[in-house]
């Protein structure tokens, strides 16, 4: 059996950033969500609303094993155990390396020796490639506990490695150029993108556009909060030696036309935080941004240029490829798991009929 015990900072683990990342680079999903920076900074800013639970399972040779996790209070009062960071990082899972069945099984296994501490282990956005949802519910299954799984969202892409043609077909659609011919046609329009320390200069920019682009409607802007703000600068921060932040401004006539906060890691661009100037809302300078981004990854060879979690419809309209992330539950207490199930089957045959 390979002991695992719990830490309730990132520090206690006693790994440096090198070790988690070379964990993190090779484990089931490998994503910008699962490095040190990310969990660090999310710790860091976010740490003192929750109860932060790091689960590490190690033999001789080193640590094999971590569950990045927190407690959360849930609508009913239920005592929550899910990713930390649920909610802002698009792809979750463990890091784990060798053996992934019997390192999941000990990390599980010390969640089940704690049960008095918590209600609901609800693990969301697990890519739906990951091995870990299937060995996750076979160990809860042997350790009698009850799982419920679902789709959570869809994640389109664009992949390019190996489909460079039909990226570059992506890239060319006359939606794309219509838009950008326009703002060239009547301005200078100049794209830029910052990686690094430069892109900290630029951050307040992006937090008062997004905040006007989405003032007076029903979903005002996550920079409204300043803890929101706060966690991107320890993002730019954390990542700047790495250049793992991309930060690209559209300028027209020497003024941001539209802005977009993502990553460039692991081979991919990630779609992250958009924004544009709404008085040029009817010339869809979202679209503007895009096709320079999507150029981006052409120009640089990276393998795909991925969307991330969401089903808005213009993904499809530029993505040749989807995956999907899934939710699994487990449940302590058989009467909630009923409930649960229920909900779900309803919800099923709701949508079945619509």
Known sequence: MIPARFCSTIDAL?????AWNDLAAGSATNSIFQTYQWVSSWEKVFGDQYEPWFISAGEPAGVVGVAPLMVKQGFRGERRVMFLGDGKADYCDFLTTGDRGRVLEAM???????????????LNNIPAGSSTVELVQEVSLRAGYRTLQRTLYQSPTLLISGHEDEALRVFNKPGLRRRQNYFERNGRLTITHLTGAAVLPHLDGLFDQHVMRWADSG????FLKDSNRTFYRELARAMADKGWVLLSVVEFDDRPLAMHFGFDYNGRVLWYKPSFDRAHAKHSPGLVLLRYLIGYAL???REEFDFTIGDEPFKSRFSNHVRKTVSLEIFRDPA?????WSTQTLSAAKKRLL
Request: with cysteine; charged share 30%; net charge neutral.
């Open 108 to 122: 599980c296994n010390a969640l089940f020796a704690a049960r008095d501490r918590w209600d609901v282990i609800e």
């Open 336 to 340: 909630r798991y009923y409930l649960a």
């Open 299 to 301: 120009d640089h060879k």
């Open 14 to 18: 006693g790994l440096d950033q090198k």
């Open 219 to 222: 979903t005002p802007s996550l």
